[in-house]
C-alpha cells in the first residue's frame, strides 16, 4: 500500500521560512514525479512545484518560483520544498503528490491535480501578517 505522509506545516511570520517534507512507502517514484499542491478552503487544488527523479528537474507555479525549491533524496523515498520568504497568499493545505509512471508529461499534466495518483493527508502552512 503506498502512503505519503507529509511534515513540516506550521505558523510562521511574513517573511520567513518553513520546509515540507514528505516520505513515501509502500512505492517508489524513481522513475515518474513527485510534487507539491496546496489548497484552501473552496478552492480548487493549486500546483506548487514537482520534480521528476530520473532528470531531477524542477518545475514550479509562477507564484512561488524563485521562493520555493523543491528537491528529494531518492534513497530515503524523500521529497522536500523549502519555502522562503513566505507572505500571507502561501497559507494553505500543502499536499504531496506522487505518480508512478514512467511516460513523459507534458506541462500541463504537471499542473493538474487530476494527473496524480497518490495523494498524503496534507500540512497546514499558516503565515500570520
Known amino acids: 500500500q503506498v502512503q505519503l505522509v507529509e511534515s513540516g506545516g506550521g505558523l510562521v511570520q511574513t517573511g520567513g521560512s518553513l520546509k515540507l517534507s514528505c516520505s513515501a512507502s509502500?512505492?517508489?517514484?524513481?522513475?515518474?514525479?513527485m510534487a507539491w499542491f496546496r489548497q484552501v478552503p473552496g478552492a480548487e487544488r493549486e500546483f506548487v512545484a514537482a520534480i521528476r527523479w530520473s532528470t531531477g528537474l524542477p518545475l514550479y507555479a509562477d507564484s512561488v518560483k524563485g521562493r520555493f525549491t523543491i528537491s528529494g533524496d531518492n534513497a530515503k523515498n524523500t521529497m522536500y520544498l523549502q519555502m522562503n520568504s513566505l507572505n500571507f497568499e502561501d497559507t494553505a493545505v500543502y499536499y504531496c503528490?506522487?505518480?508512478?509512471?514512467?511516460?513523459?508529461?507534458?506541462?500541463?499534466?504537471?499542473?493538474?491535480?487530476?494527473?496524480?495518483?497518490?495523494w498524503g493527508q496534507g500540512t497546514q502552512v499558516t503565515v500570520s501578517s
Open positions: 509502500g512505492s517508489t517514484f524513481s522513475k515518474g514525479r
Open positions: 503528490a506522487g505518480d508512478s509512471s514512467s511516460q513523459a508529461w507534458s506541462r500541463s499534466d504537471y499542473f493538474s491535480h487530476r494527473s496524480y495518483d497518490y
